[in-house]
């Protein structure tokens, strides 16, 4: 697929496909910024706005639902295993598990919300479209 494709939306992607590509970009997202500072950062926020246009794009139409359900709950399950395993990495080392949950998410939040509002207004504009 081109880049001209992709911005025309033309997924092809059914849904658990997408979903496989959302858990391997998240992994692959935390692990470069882990591993370049140890803690999460402003390149996560990028990378998941980024991340959340892929699958939006790439999406099927009949997987829509499910993609539109898709970056709060990748977020969410990727600072759970994040604060169980490193609370540090999310908040401040002496934070247990839900204080780094909960900070890591309203620290993130602006992310999430352009994330997830990009990816809404794609899947809205690919609606309309079609």
């Given at each position: 697929m081109s880049l001209l494709e992709a911005a025309r939306g033309t997924g092809t992607e059914p849904g658990p496909r997408v979903a496989v590509v959302g858990v391997l970009g998240m992994l692959t997202i935390l692990a470069v910024d882990l591993g370049l500072g140890g803690r999460v950062s402003s390149f996560f926020d990028l990378s998941f706005v980024v991340l959340c246009l892929v699958l939006a794009v790439r999406a099927d139409r009949s997987a829509f639902f499910a993609v539109g359900m898709t970056p709060p709950l990748l977020m969410l399950?990727?600072?759970?295993?994040?604060?169980?395993?490193?609370?540090?990495?999310?908040?401040?080392?002496?934070?247990?598990?839900?204080?780094?949950?909960?900070?890591?998410?309203?620290?993130?939040?602006?992310?999430?919300?352009?994330?997830?509002?990009?990816?809404?207004?794609?899947?809205?504009?690919?609606?309309?479209?079609?």
């Open positions: 399950a990727a600072f759970t295993a994040i604060a169980l395993v490193s609370p540090g990495a999310l908040a401040r080392p002496e934070d247990g598990a839900v204080q780094a949950l909960v900070s890591g998410m309203l620290l993130h939040a602006p992310g999430l919300a352009a994330g997830y509002a990009l990816c809404l207004l794609t899947l809205g504009a690919r609606m309309t479209r079609d």
